[in-house]
């Protein structure tokens, strides 16, 4: 075999020197920074997902109180008109109390199905944007496009969950 013939190792050693050089500086002045380049691009991407994500939570958590107060607001101000409504029944003339009491009563169940419709829309809202948010959340940092009913499910379960949690604690 010429390659092992000890007359011509020291041109193959010298081309050996010279080819690892060029490769050297081929790798180091071309693919290198391009690398690095994507690399970098790569790591601005995932920490600008991650604040995104991060605001996108806080913005959910702030529509989360929002309803919570407007919820809280929707049964005192039920509570309010209730009051009133049974103060002025005391007021009245004793032959009228039956029918007002009756009348009181309608209009109780009346709020009490307001309130559970205003729950019950706002709970669609919270459960469309928390589907919405999830989606575009994994969409943007795992880069996979779920099915709706997927995402539905998950949301519903972890909605459950925080209403089990928030019924007990």
């Not at 010429?2 to 020197?17: E, K, M, R, S, T």
């Not at 959910?60 to 005192?76: P, T």
């Not at 009913?149 to 928030?166: F, N, R």
Request: with cysteine; hydrophobic share 45%.
């Amino acid at each position: 075999m010429p390659q092992l013939d000890p007359a011509v190792f020291a041109p193959q050693i010298f081309w050996l020197a010279i080819v690892f050089a060029v490769l050297y500086l081929i790798m180091h002045y071309s693919i290198v920074p391009k690398v690095s380049d994507v690399l970098e691009k790569r790591q601005n991407r995932i920490a600008n997902d991650l604040e995104e994500a991060e605001k996108l939570q806080r913005e959910a958590e702030e529509a989360r109180i929002a309803y919570e107060k407007a919820l809280q607001e929707a049964r005192d101000n039920a509570t309010s008109t209730i009051a009133a409504k049974r103060e002025a029944i005391k007021l009245e003339v004793e032959a009228k109390y039956n029918e007002l009491s009756q009348k009181l009563n309608v209009e109780a169940e009346e709020a009490a199905g307001r309130i559970l419709a205003a729950k019950e829309k706002a709970m669609e809202d919270v459960r469309t944007v928390s589907a919405d948010l999830c989606k575009d959340i994994v969409a943007r940092v795992a880069k996979l496009e779920l099915d709706d009913a997927a995402i539905g499910k998950a949301v519903e379960g972890k909605l459950a969950d925080a209403v089990k949690e928030k019924a007990n604690g």
